[in-house]
């Protein structure tokens, strides 16, 4: 059973965007999937005009597309999107700021993954407009997979090796079965990685965490769990020590790696600052695309 029933594109006519549309195709099962492409016409612009540090811009609102403006986007989508085989595709314009219009179309659609490009800007327009992707991982009930600006590893067709680092404090139990199931239906390698911060400051105390040879003992029983004959390679594990953003994105790079899957509790406090935040982070700097997954997400059982 496909993975992904309905998955949504955000399409802004850029290079990151139009390698997504490549990779959701790839994820996409001819019979199965449902693949709804997203353009947001925003509407809106910041006035162009100068301001004072931590002031925002006068906001101007442009009129609403007109149905001939709508259809010359769709065609526009049609031929920039356009799959390599037969797949279900269907093609949306929607006018407004686009976190809220792609979160809109993601309830309305009821998708269970978004894939979107990002830019990765900065400076004065990141800090009045923020980062959408970043936006739409925080908020959207569903799984996101973003690539970030460049040219990431596998978006032509199957990806070769995903990358999945696990939080051996609280496991995300639904990012592993995605992890597994992707590598099943792609044929790639899945690699296992723990990263143990040095450590932890409590109550203005220094907090030993798990030894070396304890962490690699749980993830050898992780590894062990869901390797199978059914899989192409077997699961490979790896332990390391420091930051953990920085330790995936390292892994990352010295694998070749072309996908990246983290879980994500949407956590606060103490958790958050070992394993949430590092998503965003990963997100952000990643040359490779990176799949975010929340609990919520139903993984359909093997047949």
């Known amino acids: 059973m496909s993975l992904f029933r309905t998955i949504l594109v955000a399409a802004d006519f850029s290079e990151p965007s139009r390698q997504a549309f490549r990779l959701a195709c790839a994820f996409a099962d001819e019979r199965k999937t449902r693949l709804v492409v997203v353009h947001v016409s925003e509407r809106l612009r910041i006035a162009e005009q100068a301001i004072g540090f931590g002031e925002r811009g006068e906001i101007v609102v442009l009129e609403e597309g007109s149905p001939a403006d709508h259809e ?54 990141r800090l009045l407009t923020g980062s959408v992707a970043e936006s739409v991982l925080r908020n959207a009930r569903c799984a996101v997979l973003a690539l970030h600006a460049g040219e990431p590893a596998g978006t032509s067709g199957p990806v070769g090796v995903i990358l999945h680092p696990v939080a051996l404090e609280r496991p995300s139990e639904t990012a592993l079965q995605v992890a597994r199931k992707l590598a099943c239906e792609q044929g790639a390698r899945l690699l296992l990685l723990y990263v143990a911060p040095l450590e932890l400051m409590l109550d203005h105390r220094a907090t030993a965490l798990p030894g070396a040879d304890e962490s690699a003992l749980a993830l050898e029983q992780i590894r062990a769990e ?29 694998t070749g790696c072309g996908l990246i899957i983290m879980g994500t509790h949407g956590r606060r406090g103490l958790n958050r600052a070992l394993f949430g935040s590092a998503v965003e982070s990963v997100l952000r700097q990643a040359r490779c695309a990176v799949l975010a997954v929340k609990e919520s997400l139903a993984v359909p059982a093997e047949a």
Do not use: Q, W
């Open 226 to 254: 869901i390797d199978g004959p059914d899989l192409k390679y077997p699961v490979e594990a790896r332990t390391a020590r420091g930051d953990v953003a920085g330790e995936v994105l390292r892994a990352a790079d010295e």
């Open 72 to 125: 010359a986007f769709r065609n526009d989508l049609r031929a920039s999107y356009a799959p390599t085989r037969a797949l279900d595709v269907s093609y949306e314009v929607r006018d407004g700021r686009p976190t809220e219009e792609l979160l809109r179309a993601v309830e309305e659609s009821g998708c269970d993954l978004v894939v979107m490009g990002t830019h990765g800007r900065t400076g004065l327009r």
